[in-house]
């Protein structure tokens, strides 16, 4: 069974950067890091929960929500079974709990949704934007 576990989230100012990091482990026999995508949800109190980015396991196809182009940027490692979220110029409307998922297939319109489907889940890393 995929383990994802997501880190990196903190308080942090209005404009701060910070770095999630999502590391995989426990799969199968016969897979690896480089067979998943991975995509980044979040979601924030009372909202149903939403997604950030998403990277296919080849890393040629990457999406973002419109509401973090420009200020977020997806990576990953395979070599050392990591996804990377840095998320820049931070505003309140980022605080939200940060989930990572992983699917052995990609899709933006699942990407852009609240990740039905995907197949593992991290159990979440928090992020409070606030003075």
């Known amino acids: ?30 897979y690896i890091m480089d067979y998943f995508a991975i995509g980044w949800f979040r979601q924030a109190p009372g909202k149903e929960r939403e997604g950030v ?14 509401s973090v182009k420009g200020r977020f940027t997806i990576s990953r490692d395979n070599a050392k079974n990591v996804v990377y979220l840095e998320m820049s110029n931070l505003s309140p409307d980022d605080t939200a709990v940060y989930y990572c998922a992983a699917d052995l297939s990609f899709s933006a319109s ?7 489907g995907m197949e593992h889940w991290g159990k979440g890393t928090l992020v409070t934007v606030s003075l």
Do not use: M
């Not at 080849?58 to 973002?64: C, E, R």
């Open 1 to 30: 069974q995929v383990q994802l576990v997501e880190s990196g989230g903190a308080l942090v100012q209005p404009g701060s950067s910070l770095r999630l990091s999502c590391e995989a482990s426990g799969f199968d026999p016969g």
């Open 110 to 116: 699942r990407c852009n949704s609240p990740g039905k």
């Open 53 to 66: 980015s998403c990277i296919a396991n080849n890393h040629d196809l990457i999406w973002y929500a419109d």
